[in-house]
């Protein structure tokens, strides 16, 4: 998998040669004229900063410690606070966390000191969402599917801001970013529709504008994403100490380090994931550091942001979608924690949007990259109203199974919602052999369901010719169905059931 998914770092250097960058100077540079403080590098005009109830955070650098600063909101005195030398980042810095601020705009934030005044104009505070993985995250708005109308019609969504990083990795923890592709950006075709795979990333930005359309509060998007990665690179060192089977070395915590530990500081409301591909090979691993890092950058958020980012908020991901790789059945479920569904146990407060349905052979972008993201956007908002924005309501999750009964040589597979039943294939059961289950046999075996189309029925007798069943599962292949026709949907939602594996 590795040698699948590495070159396409080094096939965007020659497509693109290298990425422009922003290059923040040391700390104790980069003031202009005679200015002693300036804020840190990802502040900027037209950003936006989280609403209330939690509090945004601001900092940034002085030239020398013990500066006394006075914070302003559209002329009127917030806060005073005072700089210190960081030991850490080897410079002064001051912090400040702003009033709680209700949705709106626009304001100016001003700081002063008694040299100089900087300010941050057209700030809006709203919700923060930070979009985080691979190429398919990092796969851009003009290639995808109604991409060029998504970019014309940004123009309408002036309270939608962008941001992108660049992509980076480093060896040790960054306190800043130091690169940025595209710098807060109000939502406009020049800002969403930049060169394949630079900004802005599609799935962020059409996830970003249901999510408009569905408050009516201004979004501030972050997109931090790096194609060909691996979930170790985005995973602290304390992550990688709870899964110590970890078998990729060479990327460990660089992008963590580059690209997300800068972001700490940032008061955020949630995240969206889109990763995993380049995992395939190692699902057992998947299986500890998936959890893991969900909740260390819980806990990392909330401790950058002095307690103002909630230790639980809400984190969505993108169950693989099709690609002929013998990896990608094991690696969603691996994806689950092993359940199939979220949230649970492992995943508490975790959203998904499955995608095995949505294969797209002639993607010019490769199959592994999909251009259907419009479907993956409608489904991790729906994934997100079963649990946060005071919407909860599992009827946005698509069907998985509650219970499974055999008798009389039947299995009763019981659903938590009624289904919409399109094929009574996907279903495969394992057979022991001489009673032995350690080494059966896996067999396709057709479906039937009842009137009120919640339970699916599947005859053993005829298929395991009187051996018992050891283990049944549903859509466990790479590419398990045409597009949108996998067998079992939710009726009303359409949405699709996910793949599942359970043992008797």
């Not at 700490?264 to 990763?275: R, S």
């Amino acid at each position: 998998m590795r040698n699948q998914f590495f070159p396409f770092l080094w096939v965007l250097l020659m497509i693109h040669g290298p990425f422009p960058c922003c290059t923040t100077p040391d700390p104790q540079c980069n003031f202009s004229g005679s200015q002693n403080i300036r804020f840190a590098t990802y502040y900027s005009n037209n950003m936006v900063l989280q609403r209330s109830p939690q509090r945004a955070i601001v900092w940034g650098y002085s030239t020398h410690s013990n500066t006394n600063l006075t914070i302003k909101i559209d002329d009127v005195i917030v806060l005073k606070t005072i700089s210190y030398f960081h030991p850490v980042i080897n410079a002064s810095i001051w912090t400040v966390k702003l009033p709680a601020k209700e949705a709106g705009g626009p304001h100016v934030i001003t700081v002063q000191s008694s040299l100089s005044t900087i300010k941050l104009v057209n700030v809006l505070f709203g919700d923060v969402w930070i979009c985080s993985g691979q190429s398919n995250m990092q796969f851009t708005t003009m290639m995808a599917f109604n991409g060029s109308n998504e970019a014309k019609g940004s123009i309408h969504y002036p309270h939608i801001r962008v941001f992108t990083t660049a992509y980076m990795a480093a060896n040790q923890p960054e306190y800043d970013v130091k690169c940025a592709l595209e710098q807060w950006s109000v939502a406009s075709p020049e800002a969403i529709a930049s060169s394949n795979w630079m900004y802005f990333s599609a799935i962020c930005w059409m996830y970003g504008r249901r999510l408009y359309e569905e408050h009516r509060i201004p979004i501030g998007l972050v997109s931090s994403t790096y194609g060909g990665t691996p979930i170790e690179g985005w995973s602290s060192p304390d992550v990688l100490k709870k899964c110590p089977e970890t078998k990729i070395s060479f990327t460990k915590s660089s992008f963590w380090n580059a690209m997300i530990h800068p972001l700490l500081n940032m008061t955020i409301h949630g995240i969206i994931w889109y990763q995993g591909e380049s995992n395939a090979q190692h699902p057992k691993q998947y299986s500890c550091l998936f959890p893991a890092m969900v909740a260390d950058w819980r806990q990392k958020f909330n401790e950058g942001s002095y307690n103002q980012t909630s230790s639980t908020f809400p984190f969505g991901f993108v169950q693989l979608a099709p690609y002929h790789n013998l990896g990608f059945p094991a690696l969603r479920w691996a994806q689950t924690a092993s359940k199939g569904y979220v949230p649970n146990e492992k995943l508490p407060n975790v959203f998904m949007a499955v995608a095995m349905d949505l294969p797209d052979p002639t993607s010019p972008y490769g199959s592994v990259h999909p251009r259907y993201k419009e479907d993956i956007a409608d489904r991790l908002i729906k994934g997100l109203k079963s649990l946060d924005y005071n919407t909860i309501n599992n009827a946005y999750q698509g069907p998985f199974p509650q219970t499974f009964q055999m008798r009389n040589g039947e299995i009763e597979i019981q659903y938590n919602r009624v289904l919409d039943i399109l094929s009574h294939k996907g279903f495969q059961i394992s057979c022991a052999k001489h009673n032995e289950c350690r080494n059966s046999m896996w067999l396709s075996i057709e479906s039937s369901t009842n009137e009120n189309q919640t339970s699916i029925f599947l005859s053993s007798n005829v298929t395991c010719y009187g051996e018992r069943v050891c283990d049944i599962r549903y859509a466990w292949q790479e590419s398990p169905c045409p597009l949108k026709k996998c067998p079992i949907y939710s009726q009303g939602t359409n949405l699709p059931a996910a793949p599942f594996w359970h043992r008797f």
